[in-house]
């Protein structure tokens, strides 16, 4: 299985820049990498993904390392409502259909 | 804009009750999931619909079953309802089953069995 690496949690001020880590050494060629957050209490949200080359959105840039064993998720001015869990996810093909494999998730807290 | 709706929020059942849980989705999807997410882990999939009349187990299949009624509705059912069953279950869409399509996720039914 495609598997990814993250911190339990991270804590950053208000209007800082954020930088959430991830390593998945075992990518494959055709693998996708995506980031979903949640919010407390609410279903998952899609952040951004890619495959090789960096992505930018309205919500985050994606920095994804040249040999894609690890990425970084970049909020560019984090505020409280981005307190959330943030996953970083592989997909996996399974019978011609890709399926996300999750973890654990960087639980990042925002202070004010 | 509904986008995936999920019914009921909660729901308390007694060991050996059953109940379905509902998900509708009105984005013209052809992928639809059912996960369970338990108190500080990720998602895992339980099962998936690739399109109307087609579904496949996930990674975490036992005790459930599905149905894709129509393109828009793929309901989980709960035949005998066990303790180790209290989660939280998502309900999710995407466009197809591509490794590089978003999923859509539904706020979730809060399930506890006693």
Known sequence: DAKTTQPNSMESNEEEPVHLPCNHSTISGTDYIHWYRQLPSQGPEYVIHGLTSNVNNRMASLAIAEDRKSSTLILHRATLRDAAVYYCILSLSLDSNYQLIWGAGTKLIIKP | ?114
Not at chain 2, 11 to 23: E, I, P, R
Not at chain 2, 36 to 48: A, E, K, S, T
Request: one cysteine or more; aromatic letters at 10%; hydrophobic letters at 30%.
């Open chain 2, 1 to 114: 804009n509904a986008g995936v709706t999920q019914t009921p929020k909660f729901q308390v059942l007694k060991t050996g009750q059953s109940m379905t849980l509902q998900c509708a989705q009105d984005m013209n999807h052809n992928s639809m999931y059912w996960y369970r997410q338990d108190p500080g882990m990720g998602l895992r999939l339980i099962y998936y619909s690739a399109s109307e009349g087609t579904t496949d187990k996930g990674e975490v299949p036992n005790g459930y079953n599905v149905s894709r009624l129509n393109k828009r509705e793929f309901s989980l059912r709960l035949e005998s309802a066990a303790p180790s069953q209290t989660s939280v279950y998502f309900c999710a869409s995407s466009r197809d089953g591509a490794a590089k399509n978003i999923q859509y996720f539904g706020a979730g039914t809060r399930l506890s069995v006693l």
